[in-house]
């Protein structure tokens, strides 16, 4: 079971709390356990909304599968101490991930994650984090940015959206599908390839039929899935299905499945798999096979 620990600040957003500890409690309760706790500096943490919350001031002990998540707060800049910044940082170092929601990109920022990485942050507040730290490579009017580990957001609703992203990265898909179905999340959120991940990207379409096709291949998107076996799922037509999902969604269902595929691929290296282990976890026949369409994703023409 892994960790999930919200680092409060005074003044803290009560939505960029809640809608990742929303995220993460739903997943337990679908079956993809995780303890959540929450720590401060102080025992009682304001809020900006009036709803006073209770922290702990004594952190538990990590490994690299736990998270670190800290929330956005309003107002002047509320530094966390040195001692709760060299946590963010030997988290980070021990091969754990960092998130910040919206202004907690500033703590981040304080801990020295975001030198040299891709980040973003609320667009009222881009520029300030772009001037306070000069060697981060601050991403404007992004959903949310992942580097290395270190994930930051643009705050509010879209806390819940990178909670979806982790949900995804660590259980898979078809995980992060139930859980968004179960809260009721549909709505399309725009940004980049490298930024949103398909799961919300490709599904907000109404189409009953294309939404059991994609559930069907989030589950089973290492396999090999002929469109015969896809028909044969919905009582369709081969050629009705891929009419259907290309309407819906803009693609095939095998572009759709090799989406999702590069979408973990990318996880588990970054987490230091090799390219020809992510790429036999995945249903790639070969690491060759994913190179290739990592270069053509990564290229002008493959986005």
Known sequence: MSRVVFLLIPQAHLLDVAGPAQVFSAADDLGHPHTLTYVGESTEIAT???????????????????????????????????ATLRRLRDHHAAGGTVAGVCAGADALGRAGLLDGRRCTTHHSVQDELAR?????????????VEDDRIVTSAGVASGIDVALHLITTRHGPYAAGQVARAMLVHTRRDG?????????????????????????????????????????????????????????????????????????????????????????????????????LRARTASPAGR
Not at 57 to 81: E, F, N, Q, Y
Not at 132 to 144: C, E, G, K, S
């Open 48 to 82: 900006v909304q009036g709803l006073p919350l209770r922290a702990e001031t004594t952190w538990p002990a990590l490994t690299p599968d736990d998270l670190i998540i800290v929330p956005g707060w309003r107002g002047p800049a509320r530094p966390a101490g040195a």
């Open 132 to 144: 306070l730290y000069p060697r981060a490579h601050v991403v404007r009017d992004a959903l949310y």
């Open 192 to 292: 980049t390839a490298e930024q949103v991940s398909p799961l919300l990207r490709w599904r907000s379409h109404v189409d009953a039929t294309v939404h059991r096709i994609q559930d069907l291949i989030e589950t089973r998107f290492t396999e090999r899935l002929p469109l015969s076996l896809l028909a044969e799922a919905t009582g369709c037509s081969e050629r009705t299905v891929t009419r259907l999902f290309t309407r819906a969604t803009g693609r095939t269902p095998l572009a759709y499945q090799t989406a999702l595929r590069l979408e973990r691929a990318e996880h588990l290296l970054a987490r230091g798999a090799t390219a020809e282990a992510a790429a036999r976890e995945v249903g790639f026949t070969d690491a060759r096979t994913l190179r290739r």
